[in-house]
T-cell receptor, first 113, second 121 residues
């Protein structure tokens, strides 16, 4: 089976930097995604890592270490609108032309003035 | 352009009723996924279609859940004899993802619809 762990809640100050960690144990790993989800809304894509290293995309960066089963999402220059849940999701290839995204429970980030 | 749409947005059902939830994926997207998201949890995989073929239904919680995509575009998730534990948001996602015969795939994100919030009384 798949197991994904991330902190339940975090609080950070506007303008600061925050790092949200995600650890996973999976078989058939084929990429890791980060999604942002505002309350009552659909998840929206933030980043994708399949190779080790850092992917930077504006204020958001994501890092992956496959050997350690570890990823983090880094948010810089925090804005109030960044208050949301951040979902770590691992894609696994389950054979016969099928794959799945397995999500963590999400980290609820609160940005305070 | 148009994204993934779902209907209804909200559905209240009495225990034992049947419900049908609709998903209109982004035009041309080959892959379609259904997820169930309980309050305060991440989405949980239910089932996956590639065109009209249901390639994976391992996440469907019971035989009361049934999904179809007969023409490879619109999909319907049907829940028979609803129970209170079925109350959740049901998310649909689509992607241009396609697997090669070697099991490799290029990166391609899933685009999510707004979800249907099902409440079973």
């Amino acid at each position: 089976g798949q197991n994904i762990d991330q902190p339940t809640e975090m609080t950070a100050t506007e303008g600061a930097i925050v790092q949200i960690n995600c650890t996973y144990q999976t078989s058939g790993f084929n990429g890791l995604f980060w999604y942002q989800q505002h309350a009552g809304e659909a998840p929206t894509f933030l980043s994708y890592n399949v190779l080790d290293g850092l992917e930077e995309k504006g204020r958001f960066s994501s890092f992956l270490s496959r050997s350690k089963g570890y990823s983090y999402l880094l948010l810089k220059e925090l804005q109030m609108k960044d208050s949301a849940s951040y979902l770590c999701a691992v894609r696994v290839y389950s054979g016969a032309g099928s794959y799945q995204l397995t999500f963590g429970k999400g980290t609820k980030l609160s940005v305070i003035p | 352009g148009a994204g993934v749409s779902q209907s209804p947005r909200y559905k209240v059902a009495k225990r034992g009723q049947d419900v049908a939830l609709r998903c209109d994926p982004i035009s041309g997207h080959v892959s379609l996924f259904w997820y169930q998201q309980a309050l305060g949890q991440g989405p949980e995989f239910l089932t996956y279609f590639q065109n009209e073929a249901q390639l994976d239904k391992s996440g469907l919680p019971s035989d009361r859940f049934f999904a179809e995509r007969p023409e490879g575009s619109v999909s319907t998730l049907k829940i028979q004899r609803t129970q209170q534990e079925d109350s959740a948001v049901y998310l649909c996602a689509s992607s241009t993802q396609r697997w090669t015969s070697g099991g490799e795939s290029s990166y391609n994100e899933q685009f999510f619809g707004p979800g249907t919030r099902l409440t079973v009384l």
